[in-house]
């Protein structure tokens, strides 16, 4: 991901579309995603050996395919004590090499997907494994992500690809039924990769820097994989409404810029215009989820490039529906938010009162900063001072901190 | 591959339950039990003895010591299992779903460990 070129980085694109399939179709036949890497790892490196003496093969993909499988069949033939096992093994692997065309190994990434976000797998490390499998990212680069330590992201990795294959879960998409909420949990773990990537305005972590790239890359592979769901569309538009305004949330000097201070010139236009034209897709199927509305409430903000000002009764509506379809205290407090803008700042902080009582936003800074400015507003000095410090404590970004120890001088009481 | 459904419930509130009720429940298993043996997943299934009549051996000092009463006390108890051959979890947990047990109770799906 440090590449330079643009010819180095299509390169570099090119392998990793055929890593997550390899691994994809690989771990689908086998059902161990472990041995999958194993094997795909030792096929690069025959390939880095010989592709440079005898030259490209004419299918690389196939010709990495066979090589992998001849190094899990090798594999597993070493580990005879679970004959049975084994067994299978050689056996979906050789059935698998017979029926498949030579430069045509189909695209089951999706299912990797699914089986990585399985309702069987800890909620934490979907995110995480769908990283590992599908970009072949190392659990160094995504514990830097999701700021964990790398010894322990990494023993996580494993325990969860060992649950895959000890447990039986499947490598196929989920029935009708199920799809929905299967779906979403893919969905959820695409965005956490998102969410991990988005703190790092700067660009100076180059990891988190490639976490957003990714993210929406994985977002175009639902999108590519499963074109009629609504919420796959909504999911992508929202990522790129948000990587659209990447740049602008720093000024020049390094500063925190609130999304209402951005300047929409600094906007990325085909980014947004993009995400329009995938939020209208999505809306054109009539059944509405979380993200898209989550994508609606970007849009309207994002029509502030045009409009020269933001719709907070439109911003309020959405998430009156993201509450009711969620409940989530997060939305919760942007709903109260939009409120404040609407119906004054007196009705909004009674809205937050009531959220008080929320354990989970006790440590969530955006309540403690919406309280702080609500606070200001209504000239109740001493209180937002003390949210203001509490939203300074949690934030981890020397930017933002910045920007509300400069927000709490502004409205500092004179006692102090 | 081979799953066991390990049907854990309340021995107490189990014995408390009305004639009527029970069964009810034992028919939605002898239903249940049809329907493994119809899909031809039914591998073994029992139901166990409640816990007051376990009896429990475990080695303290190298001797094999008998202990009156389960291994553990715990607030839901094994009661019975099924051993089913399914192609994947999902085709097992959709089975623990169905199961009567999941209505007063858990499931608890377990691989079978392949020696």
């Known amino acids: 991901m440090t590449s330079t070129t643009p010819a180095h980085r299509a390169a570099e694109r090119a392998a990793r579309q055929s890593y997550g399939k390899l691994i994809a179709y690989l771990a689908a036949r086998t059902g161990d995603v472990a041995a999958a890497e194993d094997g795909l790892a030792d096929a690069f490196a025959a390939a880095l050996a010989s592709w440079p003496t005898r030259g490209l093969p004419q299918a690389p993909e196939a010709w990495l395919l066979a090589a992998a499988r001849r190094r899990i069949i090798d594999m597993a033939r070493r580990r005879r004590t679970r004959e049975a096992a084994a067994d299978r093994l050689l056996l979906s692997v050789e059935e698998a090499a017979t029926e498949m065309h030579p430069a045509d190994v189909p695209d089951w990434r999706l299912r990797l997907m699914f089986a990585c976000a399985h309702p069987a797998i800890e909620v934490a490390m979907r995110g995480p494994l769908i990283l590992q499998t599908v970009l072949g990212l190392d659990a160094a680069a995504i514990a830097a992500a999701f700021l964990t330590a790398p010894k322990a992201m990494g023993q996580r990795l494993v325990r969860a690809k060992r649950r895959i294959r000890d447990t039986g879960i499947p490598f196929r998409l989920p029935d009708r039924a199920d799809l929905p909420v299967r779906l979403d949990a893919v969905l959820e773990a695409i965005y956490a990769a998102f969410g991990a990537g988005w703190p790092d305005p700067g660009g100076i972590d180059a990891r988190r820097q490639g976490l957003l790239d990714e993210a929406v890359w994985l977002g175009h592979v639902v999108v590519g994989l499963l074109p009629d769901e609504p919420e796959g569309l909504g999911l992508l538009a929202l990522m790129l409404y948000a990587k659209a305004r990447r740049v602008a949330r720093r000024s020049a000097s390094g500063d925190y810029v609130p999304l209402s201070q951005q300047d929409p010139a600094l906007w990325d236009a085909a980014e947004i215009d993009e995400a329009e034209r995938l939020l209208q897709r999505a809306s054109s199927h009539g059944r509405i989820g979380r993200f898209q509305l989550e994508a609606a409430v970007q849009s309207v903000h994002t029509a502030r490039r045009s409009a020269g000002r933001t719709d907070w009764h439109a911003i309020l509506q959405l998430y009156d529906g993201l509450l009711q379809l969620t409940h989530s205290p997060v939305v919760a407090v942007n709903r109260a938010v939009a409120l404040s803008k609407t119906a004054g700042a007196v009705t909004g902080l009674a809205v937050l009162d009531e959220l008080a009582q929320n354990p989970r936003l006790a440590a969530y800074q955006p309540y403690w900063a919406a309280r702080a400015e609500l606070l200001a507003r209504l000239g109740r000095r001493k209180s937002a001072d003390a949210a203001y410090a509490q939203a300074i404590l949690l934030e981890p970004d020397t930017a933002v901190r910045r920007f509300l120890e400069q927000r709490r001088a502004r409205f500092r009481p004179n006692s102090i | ?115």
């Open chain 2, 1 to 115: 591959m081979q799953y066991m459904l390990a049907v854990y419930g309340d021995e107490r509130a189990a014995e408390s339950t009305p004639r009527e009720q029970m069964t009810e429940i034992v028919n939605a298993y002898m239903a249940y039990t049809k329907a493994l043996q119809d899909a031809k997943v039914l591998v073994a299934s029992n139901r166990l003895r409640p816990t007051s009549a376990a009896t429990t051996v475990r080695t303290v000092d190298g001797q094999a010591k008998v202990l009156d009463g389960p291994f553990a006390e715990t607030k839901e108890q094994l009661g019975g299992f099924y051993l089913i051959d399914v192609p994947d979890l999902d085709a097992a947990l959709n089975w623990a779903k169905r199961c009567p047990g999941a209505r007063y109770g858990s499931i608890e799906v377990r691989p079978i460990w392949v020696m």
